[in-house]
């Protein structure tokens, strides 16, 4: 084995456990729903704010969406560079005989289903916090004849605003990065003109 084979191997190895890290923003996960169900037992207590408590949730469900769009990127780019080093090892014949990821990389940096199941929680989450909060504070304190309304209570909508428009500038900058990736270094030229790639590589709307 030559010296530049034995680094690229050792590379592919040390890409796969960028991967798996990125991947375990799982964890991430499970400490937004604990921290979600610990925020409103203190609004039970009333120790919190409901106010206070809905922004707390809603951030931390903005900031796991950002890790999720993060991750994604780092995963798919990842991957290219994995499909790359492939190419210098495998040939034509081996996207049948093999598997056939390496002769196509992924488009539009688009999200794996593990990801997108964290995000759907993530988003979920945060509609029932901030439907919670309008039922709970906003529409009674309209409803209510007395004036009611703090600055306060318009705080999670403003949030939301905020977070979202972050969030989707993160997103674009993701994609972009990853464009450029692609377009600097789009590896060894393989005819992959036999392959049909769909939902398994996320080469349509369904992802992959």
């Not at 991750?71 to 005989?97: C, T």
């Amino acid at each position: 084995m030559t010296e530049r084979e034995e680094f690229l191997l050792k590379m592919y190895d040390q890409l796969f456990n960028d991967i798996n890290r990125h991947i375990m923003v799982v964890w991430q996960s499970v400490g937004v729903l604990v921290s979600a169900f610990a925020i409103f037992a203190l609004v039970e207590k009333n120790v919190v704010p409901t106010d206070i408590a809905t922004c707390i949730v809603l951030l931390l469900c903005a900031w796991l969406i950002a890790h999720l769009l993060d991750s994604s990127y780092w995963y798919n780019r990842n991957l290219v560079m994995i499909a790359n080093i492939e190419r210098q090892f495998l040939v034509g014949s081996d996207l049948k005989e093999i598997h056939y990821y390496f002769g196509a990389h992924r488009p539009k940096n688009r999200m794996i289903d593990h990801l997108k199941l964290q995000l759907v929680l993530a988003l979920g989450l945060g509609a029932i916090v901030l439907f919670y909060h309008l039922f709970d504070v906003l529409l009674p304190a309209f409803q209510s004849k007395s004036p009611g309304l703090k600055p306060m209570n318009f705080f999670p909508y403003l949030l939301v605003v905020f977070a979202s428009w972050y969030l989707m500038d993160l997103k674009r900058k993701t994609i972009i990065k990853y464009e450029e990736f692609l377009a600097n270094s789009p590896g060894k030229s393989i005819d992959a003109s036999t392959v049909n790639y769909g939902v398994g590589h996320g080469h349509d709307s369904g992802g992959g």
